[in-house]
């Protein structure tokens, strides 16, 4: 029978900076190989899900756990933090992020760039690692540019060659944070075809977007938050094609406008 323990699960996570409450209870499972899409207005607390998931964030309240490995807290409330920095990196290089800005070295070729991690971080044989990282690249579609600098690509290739760095971790679990809202409407669908096609790859992935048509395309499972709580959830085809709730059915209609 094969494994069930989801890649990654959240319980009942409360976030807040100061006075300000951004997650009030959100509760989220990722089974291992399904795609989660979380969608809602700005500010509704989506990248800051993803950022308590990777635990860039601490958490004030809840459960964390990654392929059914609870993350062991220090603390209660706003001075609660991860007990164990061990478990955090070791976890974290696991869950790779790619975020809105694509963070590349702008000193290093776009190979370097991949190779980094894996070779520092992971102290994997360079040689093997740069293989992978070729090969990564070319997934990505932009194997030719190996030997360029961020500088000398466009912000699409640079999404991409961000991407190929976060796949060449070989992580369990890929996060996505709008990935593709610094990017035009042309270099988007770049990006775009690129996450298509992870997610029929069957790879484990959780994608805050704004991108409503990729959410319905290339998800497994639905999520809208709102106002730091989960209003909706269900498959994309309920969740866009007869969503139950007001606060949804006005959130895609000022979308689809």
């Known amino acids: ?83 164990d920095r061990k478990q955090v990196t070791r976890i974290r290089t696991n869950l790779s992020m ?18 980094e991690a894996p070779v520092t971080v992971l102290k994997r044989d360079p040689a093997s690692v740069e293989t992978a990282a070729r090969e990564y690249l070319a997934k990505v579609g932009i194997g030719d540019k190996c030997e360029m600098y961020p500088a000398q690509l466009s912000g699409g290739q640079q999404q991409r060659a961000a991407i190929a760095r976060a796949l060449c971790m070989e992580p369990r679990a890929l996060l996505f944070d709008e990935p593709t809202s610094a990017l035009d409407p042309e270099l988007e669908q770049e990006v775009v075809r690129v996450i298509k096609a992870l997610a ?12 409503m048509d990729m959410a319905r395309d290339s998800s497994d499972h639905v999520i809208f938050l709102h106002q730091g709580r989960i209003e909706e ?15 949804l059915r006005q959130f895609l209609s000022a979308t689809a406008a």
């Open 1 to 83: 029978m094969p494994d069930e323990t989801p890649v990654i699960e959240i319980r009942d996570l409360h976030k807040s900076y100061g006075d300000l409450e951004v997650l009030k209870g959100v509760d989220l499972v990722a089974p291992k190989g399904h795609v989660i899409s979380l969608i809602g207005s700005s500010g509704s607390g989506k990248s800051t899900l993803l950022r308590c998931v990777n635990l860039l964030e601490d958490s004030q309240q809840g459960e964390i756990f990654f392929e059914g490995e609870p993350i062991t807290w220090r603390g209660r409330g706003a001075s609660r933090h991860p007990a």
């Open 98 to 115: 790619v975020f809105q800005q694509f963070n590349l070295w702008a000193h290093m070729t776009i190979l370097q760039n991949v190779m």
């Open 233 to 247: 959830q269900g498959p994309p085809d309920r969740v866009f094609g007869a969503p139950e709730t007001a606060r």
């Open 200 to 211: 029929e790859e069957g790879r484990t992935m959780i994608l805050v977007t704004h991108d």
